[in-house]
């Protein structure tokens, strides 16, 4: 009991500065200015991720102007450059900030052009060269919305720390079956919100999700992982596990929305979204097992298992109280 509540005190102490949802997302706009061979660059990337390291322009463009500003968390730059010669198609614009995706919107062509970037360990790379409207091969759709789905299932903390309940409250087929009703949950509603077939608001969703983290540290913590193979038992969680998997959709639609998905790879961005999602969730379905079998295997495997689902009720208790808080703030 010591121990655990010593887990518990760390996970509290670490708690209030963390966020639920750490997908750090860039969003970045490029297009001509007023006068030819000049361009114009603006960024809005979090605040935490704010460098002083300068932007790579394409050879032959100089930087003649910038400015930035804080607004809301964010830090949001403006560039202006000037460019010798026209911008050929091999000629990107590496930026410094280490987001975990961008969004990138280009207008050089006339009408705007959407698609997600996927960011690299030096920042994202924009490729303003190719951004004039020609559609990108399906092995770099399927590429950058893959790893991007993968990023934010593992960036997501609150995601993560519903799947560990699953992971401590079964096992063996039991938790296979119950990982696969929560897939099919969430991908269903992903797809659902995605193409706006049904429209929820996003903060009450996130307090729910909030609020699904405890619920299922509860029930995790009310039985034992034998207790959840009888008939009665798993018809129940699947009915529950389901109904959450299909809130827990709703936030992921909401990340890949926000990474500007051009019109004409809707289809395979989600597709591959999911992929990366499902292929970043049974990676850490993984760890976890790994980690359990390490616990029974020097004989702490139940004390690991209720310290880990105390801390999880926890931070899902305090990550809803946050969001709720966070209403009146959206209000005004």
Do not use: K
């Not at 002083?52 to 964010?74: F, K």
């Not at 079964?170 to 696969?180: D, I, Y």
């Not at 999700?209 to 509860?218: E, V």
Request: negative net charge; hydrophobic residues 55%.
């Amino acid at each position: 009991m010591a121990r655990i509540l010593l887990a518990l005190l760390a996970l509290l102490a670490f708690a209030a500065p963390a966020r639920a949802d750490v997908f750090s997302l860039g969003r970045y706009d490029f297009g001509p200015g007023e006068e030819a061979g000049v361009y114009e660059l603006t960024a809005s990337v979090p605040e935490t991720v704010a460098s002083r390291l300068p932007v790579v322009w394409p050879e032959g463009c100089a930087e003649t102007g910038h400015d930035r500003q804080t607004m809301a968390g964010r830090a949001r730059y403006a560039f202006e450059i000037r460019c010798g010669r026209a911008l050929g198609r091999d000629d990107v614009i590496r930026t410094p900030w280490l987001v975990d995706g961008a969004a990138f919107t280009s207008t050089i062509a006339g009408a705007p052009v959407e698609q997600a970037v996927t960011a690299g360990d030096d920042g994202a790379v924009l490729p303003v060269g190719a951004a004039g409207g020609a559609e990108r091969s399906f092995r770099a759709v399927a590429a950058d919305y893959g790893v991007q789905g993968i990023l934010h299932i593992l960036g997501g903390w609150d995601h993560l720390a519903f799947v560990l309940c699953l992971c401590l409250l079964t096992r063996g087929r039991q938790l296979l079956l119950l990982v696969t009703t929560f897939t099919a949950g969430h991908s269903i509603s992903l797809a659902l919100a995605f193409f706006d077939v049904i429209h929820v608001p996003v903060p009450p969703v996130e307090a729910v999700i909030a609020l699904s983290i405890a619920f299922m540290a509860r029930e995790a913590l009310r039985v034992t992982p034998d207790a959840v193979e009888s008939v009665a038992a798993r018809r129940r969680y699947m009915a529950i596990v389901a109904t959450f998997g299909l809130l827990h959709g709703l936030g992921f639609a909401t990340a890949l929305g926000e990474l500007g998905v051009s019109p004409h790879e809707r289809v395979e961005g989600l597709v591959f979204f999911n992929v990366g999602v499902e292929v970043g969730q049974l990676l850490f379905v993984g760890v976890v097992l790994a980690a359990m079998a390490a616990a029974r295997a020097i004989g702490r495997a139940e004390p690991v298992r209720v310290a880990a689902l105390y801390g999880a009720g926890a931070l899902g208790c305090f990550w809803m109280l946050e969001r709720v808080a966070g209403f009146g703030q959206l209000a005004a």
